[in-house]
């Protein structure tokens, strides 16, 4: 989150936002399902100017094999950002934040991944941020939803992402980098919308009770404008361009 | 990687017969490359970026320009470094962990490659002799594994750079103060290109595929320059070579160099 920097004009008069996208209007997205040839499934977004890149193998033999489970399948989930992805050079170890954002990942894909299925296997994901600019997690997701659909693994519900924040006092959909930097509230939302279930939930910065409330429900309703160009990228894969 | 790759036995030996009648799996000829397309600015918050194809082989390359302190002895020189990953999304054998040796080899070969060429004019990225130069990483990603990793990691990191634009900096007593935005096309002395041969019982074959790769008993790759100059050489794999041999891989490195390197010329200050 940063510095809370006030100079700059995240929301003027008229409603419009720094990128001048409305309140509730998200960034472009761009969802393209499959394009790696060695792994199981693939998906690629482009979530404003993020560029997001998985893969996911499985179900496979796990090894280590103490971590393979005689009652169910595991998922494995790397989130992972290229050295170029972001202004300064990155170092290409994994740091604290992506550990914490494969295990979020993890456990909101979880809940849609019917594991119980495959057990001693595992399931591997593996996310790649090309470029980031702020919602990497949520368009990681979102993609990682649709690259295990294309992988034909079971699942209850793919899972949608997006974030709400809050911006200028207001609550907006999907926050962009600079509104992440400069913005009083952001809060990553993972959501099944045929299960209407949350499965990603963050929050940092502070929300009043209502804003709370309005926060989860402007983000839900991002969450549903991703699942429907989720369901069109898979469509557009296995069924050709088409009406959907 | 490459070391690891699974091949059966039925189609290694495939493989043999097939060249013992002067042919390939995949119906090329011995010299002949698979097809290379190479897209730059992929990545347009990088410095300069590349994407390049060699069949089903993928690498994204992506450079990154900053301040950096010089080594000690070289402090009238910025840095080059270039470095290489293999994703674990490229292979199913690929595992995520430090890097393991090939993958390091690979990054020296591509790294050594570019540097011996003396691609990069690093001379002229000094802000402050001893105490501030530019430094210049090319990182580069291997998205989807089908061999030949060291031909298209070169030739993505050369791409990248070719199409690279970079700040400028200026020394203010004690630290580097950005005072263009307004980017300058990167120093470039020359195009190394990189050609990577395997030999497959008494064969010489351009540009191995997973397969082909799998079936080697050696590879050289051979790097030269736009005076078509020999700068870098790698030999790898337990076979060897006749002496006759690797004058023909020097020949043939040379020959499909200048071919490739009119492709890569192509995206020159591209961005």
Same mark, same amino acid.
């Given at each position: 989150?940063?510095?809370?920097?006030?100079?700059?004009?995240?929301?003027?008069?008229?409603?419009?936002?720094?990128?001048?996208?409305?309140?509730?209007?998200?960034?472009?997205?761009?969802?393209?399902?499959?394009?790696?040839?060695?792994?199981?499934?693939?998906?690629?977004?482009?979530?404003?100017?993020?560029?997001?890149?998985?893969?996911?193998?499985?179900?496979?033999?796990?090894?280590?094999?103490?971590?393979?489970?005689?009652?169910?399948?595991?998922?494995?989930?790397?989130?992972?950002?290229?050295?170029?992805?972001?202004?300064?050079?990155?170092?290409?170890?994994?740091?604290?934040?992506?550990?914490?954002?494969?295990?979020?990942?993890?456990?909101?894909?979880?809940?849609?991944?019917?594991?119980?299925?495959?057990?001693?296997?595992?399931?591997?994901?593996?996310?790649?941020?090309?470029?980031?600019?702020?919602?990497?997690?949520?368009?990681?997701?979102?993609?990682?939803?649709?690259?295990?659909?294309?992988?034909?693994?079971?699942?209850?519900?793919?899972?949608?992402?997006?974030?709400?924040?809050?911006?200028?006092?207001?609550?907006?959909?999907?926050?962009?980098?600079?509104?992440?930097?400069?913005?009083?509230?952001?809060?990553?939302?993972?959501?099944?919308?045929?299960?209407?279930?949350?499965?990603?939930?963050?929050?940092?910065?502070?929300?009043?009770?209502?804003?709370?409330?309005?926060?989860?429900?402007?983000?839900?309703?991002?969450?549903?404008?991703?699942?429907?160009?989720?369901?069109?990228?898979?469509?557009?894969?296995?069924?050709?361009?088409?009406?959907? | 990687?490459?070391?690891?790759?699974?091949?059966?036995?039925?189609?290694?030996?495939?493989?043999?017969?097939?060249?013992?009648?002067?042919?390939?799996?995949?119906?090329?000829?011995?010299?002949?490359?698979?097809?290379?397309?190479?897209?730059?600015?992929?990545?347009?918050?990088?410095?300069?970026?590349?994407?390049?194809?060699?069949?089903?082989?993928?690498?994204?390359?992506?450079?990154? +320009?900053?301040?950096?302190?010089?080594?000690?002895?070289?402090?009238?020189?910025?840095?080059?470094?270039?470095?290489?990953?293999?994703?674990?999304?490229?292979?199913?054998?690929?595992?995520?962990?430090?890097?393991?040796?090939?993958?390091?080899?690979?990054?020296?070969?591509?790294?050594?490659? +570019?540097?011996?060429?003396?691609?990069?004019?690093?001379?002229?990225?000094?802000?402050?002799?001893?105490?501030?130069?530019?430094?210049?990483?090319?990182?580069?990603?291997?998205?989807?594994?089908?061999?030949?990793?060291?031909?298209?990691?070169?030739?993505?990191?050369?791409?990248?750079?070719?199409?690279?634009?970079?700040?400028?900096?200026?020394?203010?007593?004690?630290?580097?103060?950005?005072?263009?935005?307004?980017?300058?096309?990167?120093?470039?002395?020359?195009?190394?290109?990189?050609?990577?041969?395997?030999? +497959?019982?008494?064969?010489?074959?351009?540009?191995?595929?997973?397969?082909?790769?799998?079936?080697?008993?050696?590879?050289?790759?051979?790097?030269?320059?736009?005076?078509?100059? +020999?700068?870098?050489?790698?030999?790898?794999?337990?076979?060897?070579?006749?002496?006759?041999?690797?004058?023909?891989?020097?020949?043939?490195?040379?020959?499909?160099?200048?071919?490739?390197?009119?492709?890569?010329?192509?995206?020159?200050?591209?961005?």
């Amino acid at each position: 989150m940063g510095g809370r920097d006030t100079t700059m004009v995240l929301l003027d008069e008229n409603g419009v936002r720094c990128d001048g996208r409305k309140i509730d209007e998200p960034r472009r997205i761009m969802i393209k399902a499959g394009g790696l040839k060695n792994a199981d499934g693939s998906a690629y977004i482009e979530f404003g100017d993020n560029k997001i890149l998985v893969g996911v193998f499985g179900p496979r033999d796990v090894h280590p094999k103490h971590m393979s489970n005689t009652d169910t399948g595991i998922l494995r989930v790397r989130y992972h950002m290229e050295p170029f992805s972001v202004s300064e050079r990155k170092n290409p170890a994994p740091s604290r934040r992506e550990i914490e954002i494969s295990k979020v990942i993890k456990e909101a894909l979880e809940p849609a991944v019917m594991l119980e299925k495959f057990p001693r296997t595992a399931v591997d994901v593996f996310i790649e941020v090309l470029q980031a600019d702020g919602g990497t997690r949520c368009a990681a997701l979102s993609a990682a939803s649709v690259a295990l659909a294309d992988a034909g693994i079971p699942m209850r519900d793919m899972v949608a992402a997006c974030a709400s924040g809050k911006v200028a006092d207001t609550i907006v959909l999907d926050i962009n980098n600079e509104e992440d930097q400069a913005g009083q509230a952001d809060m990553p939302i993972g959501y099944m919308p045929s299960l209407e279930k949350i499965t990603l939930l963050q929050l940092d910065g502070i929300l009043t009770p209502d804003e709370y409330k309005k926060c989860v429900d402007v983000g839900i309703a991002g969450c549903k404008i991703v699942y429907e160009l989720q369901k069109k990228a898979l469509y557009e894969k296995y069924f050709g361009k088409g009406d959907n | 990687m490459a070391s690891t790759s699974v091949i059966d036995e039925l189609k290694k030996s495939q493989i043999i017969d097939l060249l013992d009648d002067g042919k390939r799996v995949d119906g090329r000829a011995l010299d002949e490359f698979r097809t290379i397309t190479i897209e730059t600015n992929a990545i347009p918050k990088a410095n300069g970026s590349a994407r390049v194809r060699i069949g089903d082989t993928e690498v994204i390359c992506g450079i990154k +320009i900053q301040p950096d302190r010089p080594f000690p002895d070289t402090g009238d020189k910025g840095l080059f470094i270039c470095t290489a990953e293999l994703l674990p999304l490229s292979h199913p054998t690929v595992e995520t962990g430090p890097p393991q040796p090939p993958v390091i080899e690979l990054a020296r070969v591509v790294d050594r490659g +570019i540097r011996e060429s003396h691609m990069v004019d690093v001379s002229q990225l000094v802000i402050e002799k001893d105490k501030s130069v530019i430094g210049v990483f090319a990182d580069n990603v291997v998205v989807d594994y089908d061999g030949n990793l060291f031909d298209a990691c070169s030739y993505a990191s050369t791409a990248a750079l070719l199409s690279s634009k970079t700040p400028k900096w200026s020394w203010t007593g004690d630290a580097p103060k950005l005072v263009d935005e307004d980017e300058s096309v990167l120093p470039i002395n020359t195009i190394p290109v990189s050609v990577t041969m395997g030999k +497959i019982g008494r064969h010489i074959i351009v540009d191995p595929n997973g397969d082909e790769w799998a079936s080697m008993d050696a590879r050289i790759t051979i790097t030269s320059d736009s005076d078509g100059n +020999i700068c870098a050489l790698q030999k790898g794999g337990s076979g060897g070579f006749t002496q006759d041999e690797v004058n023909r891989c020097g020949e043939i490195s040379v020959r499909l160099g200048a071919k490739i390197r009119e492709k890569l010329q192509a995206h020159r200050g591209s961005q």
